[in-house]
């Protein structure tokens, strides 16, 4: 069997893995249209619990990961200058080089072929292959040829957001919200080497529109970035890698496959960050789609058995994103509340997590949080 994979990032490199490692006599093939170390943003983060998701495919290559990563147990919420610990949770991050080439590693020690700085202009390229795996992102080129067959929509959300870098080690996954005269702002930071982090801005669309920022350049949106985060950012200024302000995305798609063309990862569905890792999402559909390929012989069985068992999933991750878009969007109505009141609305947004829950998974941030209402009463 021949597969080609159009995309190496995580998604697609860890598919291409899995797929040689099984069985060795495919061809399996990916092509990227970047150069081999090209990566676009910083570092990605991983939950404990994603960790041991994506584990289920080779959990000796996820362990080889662990060595490049920064691990906390705790996330920090930063409401109105108050730092809110939850306990309960362990995050791991990484620089975002560092796992595609640990992945790419990995690929050449099992056979795959890898091509970068190649574009795929026309569907004839691909014609000797049995599977073409779409793992090209959220602008995926051959989906977007066949956007009708796939019923692909895209709909760009209210807020807006930029990823950057900072030369600061955060001792934890860190959400800090800021309230300006113009407007409300949210900051994801997160480090992933011992001295960088991640650090993604986010603003709602009223606050994009008083502060200005439209009209801005993005040199002049990232000052204005720094200027809004200063202490946050210890003085220290913001590193730029192609990093643009726009609004979110939601990519969806009503078919998964066409044809013998499959999707995974961003290429079929968007993930906003705030509900944990499109890396995770990624790598979890590659995982999937291996697994089908375990079960079946036929390819449109394969694609079949994927989507049929991989979507439930999806959907309801998909409806604690939608839920969690909403909380971001009409953040500005909940920073009225009490720093502790704010992190637990903020915890329960999805619908996933309740209270009960809370109380089991993050019990020291729960006997806070009631201890401060009992102050309040």
């Not at 920090?76 to 560092?98: K, N, Q």
């Not at 200005?212 to 202490?231: K, L, P, Q, S, Y």
């Amino acid at each position: 069997m021949k597969i080609a994979v159009l995309g190496a990032g995580p998604a697609g490199l860890y598919f291409s893995y899995l797929m040689k490692r099984t069985w060795p006599s495919y061809t399996v093939r990916v092509i990227e249209q970047n150069p081999k170390d090209a990566t676009f943003g910083f570092g990605v983060v991983l939950s404990g619990r994603a960790l041991g998701f994506i584990a289920e495919g080779d959990p000796a290559a996820i362990e080889r990961l662990t060595a490049s990563m920064q691990i906390w147990s705790v996330q920090h919420i930063e409401h109105r200058g108050e730092r809110v610990v939850i306990d309960g949770s362990t995050f791991s991050g990484i620089r975002r080089l560092a796992l595609l080439q640990e992945f790419q590693a990995l690929c050449l020690e099992a056979g795959v072929e890898l091509e970068f700085d190649r574009r795929v202009q026309d569907d004839a390229e691909l014609a000797a292959n049995d599977v073409v795996v779409a793992a090209d992102g959220a602008s995926s080129m051959i989906r977007d040829r066949h956007a009708d067959a796939f019923g692909t929509v895209a709909t760009d959300l209210l807020n807006h957001f930029a990823w950057y870098g900072v030369e600061k080690p955060y001792d934890a996954h860190t959400l800090t919200f800021k309230s300006t005269s113009h407007g409300v702002y949210c900051a994801h930071h997160y480090r992933y080497t011992p001295s960088m982090s991640t650090f993604v801005a986010e603003t709602d669309a009223r606050t994009w529109d008083a502060s200005g920022m439209e009209a801005m350049d993005e040199e002049a949106r990232r000052r204005h970035t720094e200027v809004i985060f200063a202490d946050t950012l210890g003085g220290r200024p913001l590193i730029s890698n192609k990093s643009a302000w726009k609004r979110w995305r939601l990519v969806k798609n009503e078919r998964w496959h066409h044809g013998n063309i499959v999707l995974i990862g961003d290429a079929l569905r968007t993930a906003h960050p705030s509900i944990g890792s499109g890396t995770r999402l990624a790598m979890e559909d590659s995982i999937a789609l291996w697994r089908a390929f375990s079960a079946e012989s036929d390819i449109t069985a394969v694609f079949d058995r994927y989507e049929r068992e991989r979507k439930p999933v999806r959907d309801r991750l998909n409806t604690a994103a939608e839920k969690s878009i909403a909380w971001y969007e009409a953040m500005a109505q909940k920073m009225k509340l009490a720093p502790y009141d704010f992190v637990h609305d903020y915890m329960l947004r999805t619908g996933v997590m309740t209270s009960e829950r809370l109380a089991r998974e993050s019990p020291d941030f729960m006997k806070r949080y009631a201890a401060k209402r009992g102050d309040a009463s």
